[in-house]
């Protein structure tokens, strides 16, 4: 029943635990979560919530980059929690005022980088229509707006660090493609044209192994990779050559992450998701053990990147399990 209330709400829009076997995830009601992962998932929220200042970010490396703020609160709100009346409403709020203070009110431009926008863009479009916030609808379509334009001003019809940029990579334009597929699901218009031309972007970085480069079609790693098969399939290429070669290379390179390990997680998580039901489980369940035994006795998960960045990256990657996000359904 809560997990029925939960979704309609979103739109449908603890010591380790031992290892879990992909069927053993769930229990036998298919819509309730192993305790052991939730208890886990929920450690990790109340240590965001803790560390939040009263501005809505994070005091430590990175976490007051939107970006960061805003990954925070998608993880919270992917657990189902209600950002209006729940235990989490306040550090939900305050993270998307945060992140609508740090918007340009003219350019709609969040944050100092797209990585910052991409991320944020994302954030105000899942939070569109549940939190209680007359601001965000306006601001997700300036937002959106300052992407699209982005796009008609680069040569490569993608995006990289600034608006201004002439020149792409596949990172920031996974980010700015995720966050359009978002919107879109949220009812903003955009076009499929600039869809159209910015998954080109991605088929010319894709190596012949099925790599995603950075830049160009050269150097490929798993984190790119696994953005490029997320875009692919958030693009319903699934039957795709180059959605079926991304998975390949994914598969036949598993520890290739590319230096930033939370990061990996968060978009592989959503890539097998979008493969079947038997590759995620198979994934999954991996990810599950390594998380647990990795998890800090505070709740946190750390990298190079921070605690606030490195806690809600791999939150989301255990997200798809509750499957309550619009962006994560299939």
Not at 64 to 89: C, F, M, R, T, W
Not at 123 to 132: F, M
Not at 217 to 245: C, E, M, N, W, Y
Request: aromatic fraction near 10%; charge should be negative.
């Amino acid at each position: 029943m809560k997990r029925l209330f939960l979704i309609l709400l979103l739109g449908t829009l603890a010591a380790s635990p031992p290892p879990l076997a992909a069927q053993e995830l769930f229990s036998q009601d298919e819509d309730t979560i192993r305790p052991d992962l939730d208890r886990m998932y929920v450690k990790g929220m109340q240590f965001l919530a803790r560390k939040q200042n009263g501005a809505g970010s994070w005091d430590e490396p990175f976490g007051s980059e939107p970006a960061v703020v805003g990954l925070a609160a998608l993880s919270i709100l992917a657990h189902g929690e209600d950002p209006n009346y729940g235990p989490y409403k306040d550090t939900v709020h305050r993270a998307l005022d945060y992140i609508i203070k740090s918007q340009d009110p003219t350019t709609g431009y969040i944050g100092t980088s797209m990585y910052n926008h991409g991320f944020s863009t994302l954030t105000l479009a899942e939070a569109y229509g549940c939190v209680h916030d007359d601001r965000i609808g306006p601001a997700l379509q300036k937002a959106v707006n300052l992407i699209l334009t982005s796009q008609s001003h680069n040569p490569n019809n993608a995006w990289r660090y600034s608006p201004e940029s002439s020149d792409a990579d596949t990172t920031v334009s996974g980010a700015q493609m995720v966050a359009l597929f978002a919107a879109r699901n949220a009812g903003i218009g955009v076009p499929d044209d600039a869809i159209r031309k910015a998954l080109r972007f991605f088929t010319d970085c894709q190596t012949p192994d099925g790599g995603i480069g950075y830049t160009g079609a050269g150097g490929p790693d798993g984190a790119r990779t696994a953005i490029a098969a997320v875009v692919f399939s958030l693009a319903k290429q699934q039957k795709s050559a180059a959605f079926r070669s991304a998975i390949d290379y994914l598969n036949a390179n598993p520890s290739d992450e590319g230096g930033y390990h939370q990061y990996f997680l968060y978009y592989a998580a959503q890539a097998y998701f979008r493969v079947s039901p038997q590759a995620f489980d198979a994934w999954n369940a991996q990810n599950v053990k390594a998380l647990a035994s990795s998890q800090l006795d505070d709740g946190s998960w750390t990298s190079s990147l921070g605690p606030a960045f490195s806690t809600a990256a791999s939150l989301l990657s255990l997200a798809l399990n509750y499957r309550l996000l619009p962006i994560y359904e299939r």
